[in-house]
């Protein structure tokens, strides 16, 4: 019985304690990693993608938690003092005078500048216009192709701090053709013939356009790809006039 109490005490009171300098010890290595080699990280901030990157051990670089040493105990021994002679004249001795205090010479200690070396590189996405067909004079109930010249893949390579960055993203297209229709589609269409994209207006009128690409991909350094944090919206807007079809009368 005495046992089982001791280890339940251990697991929830004991056992925590000598685990707590292994989870110390683990941010430790893992934020001097960031000396060795470089931490990279891309991301979306304010619809621009952004790659950044740290090596060395400047400011930036986080230091272990320190341990304050025990403190040594104090042995206190007693000087041994020896009397001063008495003087043999009536007369006091003169007292020589004090010697000058010399200033305590300051030391210097030169530290070495700890190295560091960040970057930060903003890349911008490309905005794509919506071009349709016909391009002027569209009818009713006459379908209408459209597309964008936005290229279905994105990839581009940046150097930074001496190191090679591999960026990869993918647009997501959303289509909103102004009369309260919409179509998704990984497709940036094409002209006619093609039909990837298009639509229908079933009355006249002037109607606004709207496309919104949807960015998202990833990024690799040292053959390992991670997902890149965050997505990019671009939009483009179009205007399309809608006439009806003439009437013939034939007999």
């Known amino acids: 019985m005495l046992n089982s109490r001791y280890r339940i005490l251990c697991l929830t009171l004991?056992?925590?304690?000598?685990?707590?300098?292994?989870l110390l010890h683990a941010d430790y290595l893992q934020a001097a990693d960031c000396a060795s080699k470089a931490c990279i990280d891309v991301y979306v901030q304010d619809g621009q993608l952004v790659i950044e990157a740290h090596k060395g051990s400047g400011p930036a670089k986080r230091v272990a938690p320190k341990v304050a040493p025990m403190p040594k105990p104090k042995v206190f021994v007693k000087k041994y003092v020896a009397p001063k002679p008495r003087a043999t004249s009536l007369l006091a001795a003169p007292k020589s005078a004090p010697k000058p205090k010399r200033a305590p010479r300051r030391v210097v200690r030169k530290?070495?500048?700890?190295?560091s070396f960040n970057d930060k590189l903003i890349k911008l996405l490309p905005t794509g216009n919506i071009a349709h067909q016909p391009?002027?004079?569209a009818l009713v109930n006459v379908p209408v192709v459209y597309w964008c010249d936005l290229p279905g893949i994105f990839s581009t390579k940046v150097a930074i701090i001496g190191e090679a960055v591999d960026?990869?993203?993918r647009p997501a297209f959303l289509w909103s053709f102004?009369?309260?229709s919409f179509f998704a589609t990984t497709s940036p269409g094409a002209a006619?013939?093609?039909?990837?994209?298009?639509?229908?207006?079933n009355r006249a009128g002037t109607f606004v356009v709207t496309l919104?690409?949807?960015?998202?991909g990833t990024w690799s350094n040292n053959g390992v790809a991670r997902s890149i944090t965050g997505e990019?919206?671009?939009?483009?807007?179009?205007?399309?006039?809608v006439a009806n079809a003439p009437t013939r009368i034939t007999q």
């Open 14 to 22: 004991i056992c925590p304690l000598f685990l707590l300098p292994q």
């Open 111 to 115: 530290v070495a500048p700890a190295v």
């Open 135 to 137: 391009s002027s004079n």
């Open 167 to 169: 960026v990869t993203m």
């Open 178 to 180: 102004g009369d309260g």
């Open 192 to 201: 006619y013939p093609n039909h990837v994209i298009s639509h229908t207006y």
């Open 212 to 216: 919104v690409a949807t960015w998202g």
């Open 232 to 241: 990019i919206r671009k939009v483009s807007v179009s205007l399309v006039s």
